[in-house]
């Protein structure tokens, strides 16, 4: 079955403990990238990346760091969390994006890891 | 600053009802809007995609419509479903070649009662 798989689905955490969001696809798809959903923001994007090694800040990308060795897992890691990073994430991926394809980013999602930083 | 804004923020209809949903956004250039359904808590679902040159698109019971002139797109569904009960997401995608920016709507969270 063709998904994103993000773990874990909840975590809590202290202020300053480091963690990772682990996100995995097995569709081959070279797009991934990382949002953060909040009440009336919506999804934001944090980083995405076009193919292996090649990652880039999205709108909110402040704390975050991420790394794309392979090409099937993209995970998110929070060196230093804040309780202003407490929310819902999710990690998305789609074929890569061309001129003319229709298709486009964001076609998959993963279930969300819902986030609290105390 | 590129926008997509949603209308109505939230709306409740009874089961077996239509309704329709709208969006409006100023992104430009655009190369294509799609929607998606977000059941509470869990990831968006692709509904629809529509690009410049297409006016509508048919899933099922969910249909979509774009006016690209007036940058408005709509997403109607017919004989609403408890199921239905979801938050409706409205997305635009930026020019063609390279990376394309994404603008994400705010959404609009549908109620269907029995």
């Known amino acids: 079955e063709a998904q994103v798989t993000q773990n874990p689905r909840y975590l809590i955490t202290v202020t300053g403990k480091k963690l990772t969001v682990t996100c995995s696809q097995n569709m081959n798809h070279e797009y991934m990238s990382w949002y953060r959903q909040d009440p009336g923001l919506g999804l934001r994007q944090i980083y995405y990346?076009?193919?292996?090694?090649?990652?880039d800040k999205g709108d909110v990308p402040e704390g975050y760091k991420v790394s794309r060795k392979e090409k099937r897992n993209f995970p998110l890691i929070l060196e230093s969390p804040s309780p202003n990073q407490t929310s819902l994430y999710f990690c998305a991926s789609s074929l890569r994006q061309g001129a003319g394809m229709s298709q486009g980013t964001e076609a998959f999602f993963g279930q969300g890891t819902r986030l609290t930083v105390v | 600053k590129n926008q997509v804004e949603q209308s109505p923020q939230s709306l409740i209809i009874l089961e077996g009802k239509n309704c329709t949903l709208q969006?409006?956004?100023?992104?430009?250039?655009?190369?294509?809007l799609r929607w998606y359904k977000q059941d509470t808590g869990r990831g968006p679902v692709s509904l629809t995609i529509m690009t410049f040159s297409e006016n509508t698109k048919s899933n099922g019971r969910y249909t979509a419509t774009l006016d690209a002139d007036t940058k408005q797109s709509s997403l109607h569904i017919t004989a609403s479903q408890l199921s239905d009960s979801a938050s409706y997401i409205c997305v635009v995608r930026g020019p063609s070649g390279g990376y394309q920016k994404v603008t994400f709507g705010i959404g609009t969270k549908l109620q269907v009662i029995p």
């Open positions: 990346s076009m193919n292996v090694e090649v990652t």
């Open positions: 969006c409006n956004y100023t992104v430009s250039p655009f190369s294509n």
